[in-house]
Each structure stands twice: as structure tokens, then as C-alpha cells.
């Protein structure tokens, strides 16, 4: 069963009815925690894998960067 990313309660399918994105309402796949209500669909799920996908990478840039050396006095 799926678990939630906030509270690891049971994630159920759901019908979600997206009235803002659109001119007019579309039916969509997607999952809700019946323990505190977070919902998860495709387009969610793939922009929290980008995010983290790019706070790892900045982190990894950061810790093999080289250390410059300081400045020599004239």
C-alpha cells in the first residue's frame, strides 16, 4: 500500500476535479491520505522529484568545488 510523504498515512485513489488550470474542468487521476488529506497526482509527484533532484545536484557541485587558494599579499 502507499504511504503518505507527510504523516505515512494510507494513500487511496481518488478523482480529482482540477478547475483551475484549465478553461474548462478536467477529471484526473491521483492519490489522497485519508489521515490528513495531502494529494499526490503525476504532475506533483514529477515536480518534487525535479526539486530534489536539483537541491542534490547543488549540493554535490558545492562539496567537489575547489577551494581557492588565498590571495598572496604584494
Known sequence: PMTCTR???LMVEDHLLDMQES???MW??????VACGNIE?????????MH?????????LRA?????????AA
Open 7 to 9: 504523516c505515512s498515512g
Open 52 to 60: 530534489e533532484a536539483r537541491r542534490i545536484r547543488r549540493r554535490l
Open 23 to 25: 478553461y474548462v474542468p
Open 41 to 49: 497526482d503525476p504532475l506533483i509527484h514529477y515536480n518534487r522529484m
Open 28 to 33: 484526473m487521476r491521483g492519490l489522497r491520505c
Open 64 to 72: 567537489v568545488q575547489p577551494i581557492a587558494p588565498p590571495a598572496q
